[in-house]
């Protein structure tokens, strides 16, 4: 019984996390990228991109932003690491347990590459307004 509540309050919760508010991402607007801390000062790992006060669809902005040439070097190198990581999720979650917990340092490291060069490309995007 008690698996199961946990089950459900755990759904609730992706669901509920994946239909929060987000919009489209605007042409010739500025992005603010936000890092959120914790009470303690520490960040959390959770990065926002707001445009006008409103959070960005990451996806919705990454294509975006691909289209580009301002940016689209960086694009192209967080696109390589993004891919590289949905590689290395999917065998791991093939081969689960073992598998994964080989692969998550990997995976992670290359998620943080992928956001490194997508702030890249969003500083030069926003470079490139001035």
């Known amino acids: ?9 755990i759904a609730f919760l992706f669901t509920g996390m994946s239909f929060a508010q987000r919009v489209e991402m605007k042409t010739g607007e500025k992005i603010e990228v936000k890092e959120l801390v914790n009470k303690k000062g520490k960040k959390t790992g959770v ?3 707001i445009q006008n006060g409103e959070k960005l669809k990451y996806m919705s902005m990454f294509k975006t932003l691909e ?5 689209a070097e960086n ?3 967080a ?4 891919n ?11 081969t689960i347990p ?18 490194k060069y997508v702030k ?4 030069e995007y926003n470079n490139s307004l001035e």
Do not use: N, W
């Open 1 to 9: 019984m008690k698996k199961r509540i946990l089950f459900i309050a």
């Open 47 to 49: 990065i926002q991109f």
């Open 67 to 71: 289209g580009m040439d301002v940016c």
């Open 75 to 77: 694009i192209k190198i």
């Open 79 to 82: 696109r390589k690491h993004r």
């Open 84 to 94: 590289g990581a949905l590689i290395m999720t999917t065998i791991g979650v093939i």
């Open 98 to 115: 073992l598998g994964y917990l080989i692969l998550i340092g990997p995976i992670m490291s290359k998620k943080k590459k992928e956001i």
């Open 120 to 123: 890249l490309a969003i500083e």
